[in-house]
């Protein structure tokens, strides 16, 4: 595994964790100034970015799976406790290593994913039907994602234009250079396949935070044609706080609000460690 960190290591730590089709590029500007105040992780997640990318004949892509390999990776790098930052694709995986170990997980740092049916809209009705009957039929009518308009729409997708022109463009350049390597499509779609597994735990994620209660902030690009704002308020189903904040952004929020998350990051960052220091 490739991944990036910033500030001095210690056994607590953020871990930020990319969605697809992107890799730990995404946190490039959020990691400096984040660094400055306490260790930062951010992997490339196995498929994406400069990790390995085993065929799929060879490797098992689900998100248990790699939340298994987050894990022993934080391990090697002495990580104890942390909080962790999730998007898209990563937030099964960030789900997986909270329920498996709720005293591990500090906090949760939610940006444009999904763990209600609330944020679920329209956009997944193709992809429901496929999950049901997974048939070469059904399997056509899923949008045409693995393209380079595909990974372009990801970042420019329901923007109004003066949002999009601030988008740099390398970011889906860059995606697309690594996703139209041999086979990784085919590791794109064994994610998207496995990621009914995820929807399927909705409840099981709700007793987590019914039970757990884990300080909690949303981060959220309004205009993502991917998942609904009505996830946002979905989090009050059973967390008795939580604090959201709202841009006028897309899917990938971090490519044109880097500065503002960054210092929301900070300021979470810093109230956990502290209120974890109080009941250490």
């Known amino acids: 595994m490739r991944y990036r960190e910033a500030g001095t290591p210690s056994s607590t730590a953020v871990v930020l964790l990319h969605g697809a089709p992107s890799s730990s590029y995404s946190f490039r500007e959020v990691l400096p100034p984040l660094g400055e105040h306490t260790y930062v992780v951010a992997p490339d997640i ?21 939340s298994h390999v987050i894990e022993a990776l934080l391990d090697d790098l002495g990580v104890e406790r942390y909080i962790v930052f999730v998007t898209d694709y990563s937030t099964p995986v960030g789900y997986f290593l909270a329920t498996r170990h709720p005293e591990r997980v500090l906090g949760l740092v939610v940006q444009n ?12 009705d193709s992809g429901r039907r496929y999950w049901a009957e997974p048939t070469e039929e059904n ?17 420019l997708g329901g923007l ?11 970011s889906w350049h860059l995606d697309w250079e690594r996703l139209s390597r041999p086979g990784n499509t085919d590791v794109y779609f064994q ?27 949303l981060l959220w690009g309004r205009h993502d044609p991917a998942f609904d704002i009505a996830e946002v308020l979905a989090y009050h ?10 841009f006028d952004a897309g899917h990938f929020l971090l490519e044109t609000h880097a500065a503002e998350v960054a210092d929301l990051l900070v300021t979470f960052t810093r109230n956990v460690l502290d209120r974890a220091g109080a009941a250490a």
């Not at 994406?48 to 998100?63: A, C, K, L, M, W």
């Open 237 to 246: 189903q059973a967390l008795t706080t939580f604090e959201a904040h709202i």
């Open 113 to 124: 994913g999904n763990a209600h049916e609330a944020g679920l809209g329209e956009a997944w």
């Open 46 to 66: 196995p498929g994406f970015g400069f990790s390995d990318t085993p065929p799929v004949e060879e490797y098992e892509y689900t998100y248990e799976g790699l």
């Open 191 to 217: 994610f998207f396949y496995d990621y009914r597994k995820h929807v399927a735990r909705f409840g099981e994620i709700a007793e987590y935070h019914s039970a757990y209660q884990p300080p909690c902030m």
């Open 139 to 155: 399997k056509a009518a899923l949008p045409d994602w693995l393209t380079f308009e595909g990974t372009r729409d990801t970042y």
């Open 160 to 170: 109004p234009a003066e949002v999009a022109e601030l988008h740099p463009p390398e």
